[in-house]
Structure formats: C-alpha cells, structure tokens
T-cell receptor, first 113, second 114 residues
C-alpha cells in the first residue's frame, strides 16, 4: 500500500466551484506539504504544516486554504476555482528535522474549465 | 533567497550514452542538495542527496557531487537505459537561514531511445 495517498487522482471542475483535495499518510510524519506543478515551472509550495496546530503559507498560497485534520491528513481547498489553478497537485510528507527527504503522493490532476 | 537553476530540456539520448544534467544553486548558509525523479504518471521520489560540501550522492548508477566552490550539483550517469526516461528535479533545503522548505528547479525531461 502507498504511504502517501491523494484523492481524487483526477478532477474536472468549473470556474467558481469549491473543491477539496485530500492527502493521507501512513508514514507517521509530522510535516506535510502541498505543491503544485506546472509545465516548465517545476514545483511550487502552496502550504505546509509542521503539526496539527502549525500551518504556514508557502510561495503561492493565494486562492488556496488548507486544513490539518490529524497528523495523517492534510487537505487543500480551492474556495472558488479559476482556470489558472489547472495544474498537477502533490502532497508530500517529511520527518523532523526539515532537511530530511520528502515523500510524495501520486498527485491529483485538476482541470478548471 | 534560495533558487535552483537546472539545464532546460528536453534531453534525448541513445541507450548507453553518458548523461549530465547541470544544476547550480543560490542559497545562504549551508543547504542540503537533492535530485528527485518523476517517472511518467507518478509522484516525485528521491534519487540521491548530499548534505555537505564535497559529499557525493549516488543511487541506481546516478551520481552527483556537492561543489560549494561552484555552487553546483550536477547529475551524471555513465550509461543510461530506456527505463531512466523521466523528469529530473534538482532541489535544495536550507536550514541555515531558518528555512526548511524544498526549493526546486524547473525540471529536465530525459528521453532515452533504444
């Protein structure tokens, strides 16, 4: 079984809709991250969380919000989706301290029409 | 701030050719350096890492040496295989400046043809 899972794997939605992407992990890691990947831009950090009570904005947090429901779950929400949020979204986890390897989920491909 | 610059792709090589993907970085303090690989339809996975100057990371025939004097971490493999076709990302993590995030390069797509 995968250590980091993401649901859904693919989603098509319309402009203005609210959408939630979910991430679960069985690695027991405290730190979780949300990235988006765009062609030619690499990965950019949206939000990260060091524990359930610690959530921080990343490089491109505008238009997104997150919820850390438990150590194992970290959700990303788009309150009102827009077409330029069409991208591949990855969740990742890491152990403490922060210089350790990050483990990535398989990604969610989101299309906003 | 931190930044990573890697050679643009795509890179197309014949099987058994030598591979170099260049990566340079800008960072304060003493970053750790990583190469991640993304196979088609999958998430990223760590290929190798180096945590201090002159360290050499290696895995699956790939190598990269942390060169502080040239701020580089070039990825090399002596003989590529079709199964190495993927996108490769150079990244750094820097705790010296109080940061802990991974900063990624834009990725280099490698295609290996038989």
């Amino acid at each position: 079984d995968a250590d980091v899972t993401q649901t859904p794997r693919n989603r098509i939605t319309k402009t203005g809709k609210r959408i939630m992407l979910e991430c679960s992990q069985t690695k027991g890691h405290d730190r979780m991250y949300w990235y988006r990947q765009d062609p030619g831009l690499g990965l950019r950090l949206i939000y990260y969380s060091f524990d359930v009570k610690d959530i921080n904005k990343g490089e491109i947090s505008d238009g997104y919000s997150v919820s850390r429901q438990a150590q194992a779950k970290f959700s990303l929400s788009l309150e009102s989706a827009i077409p330029n949020q069409t991208a591949l979204y990855f969740c990742a986890t890491s152990d403490t301290p922060g210089l350790s390897e990050q483990f990535f989920g398989p990604g969610t491909r989101l299309t906003v029409l | 701030g931190n930044s990573v610059t890697q050679m643009e792709g795509p890179v197309t090589l014949s099987e058994e050719a030598f591979l170099t993907i260049n990566c340079t970085y800008t960072a304060t303090g003493y970053p750790s350096l990583f190469w991640y690989v993304q196979y088609p339809g999958e998430g990223l996975q760590l290929l190798l890492k180096a945590t201090k100057a002159d360290d050499k990371g290696s895995n699956k025939g790939f190598e990269a040496t942390y060169r502080k004097e040239t701020t580089s971490f070039h990825l090399e493999k002596g003989s590529v295989q079709v199964s190495d076709s993927a996108v490769y990302f150079c990244a750094l993590s820097n705790s010296g400046a109080g940061s802990y995030q991974l900063t990624f390069g834009k990725g280099t797509k490698l295609s290996v043809i038989p």
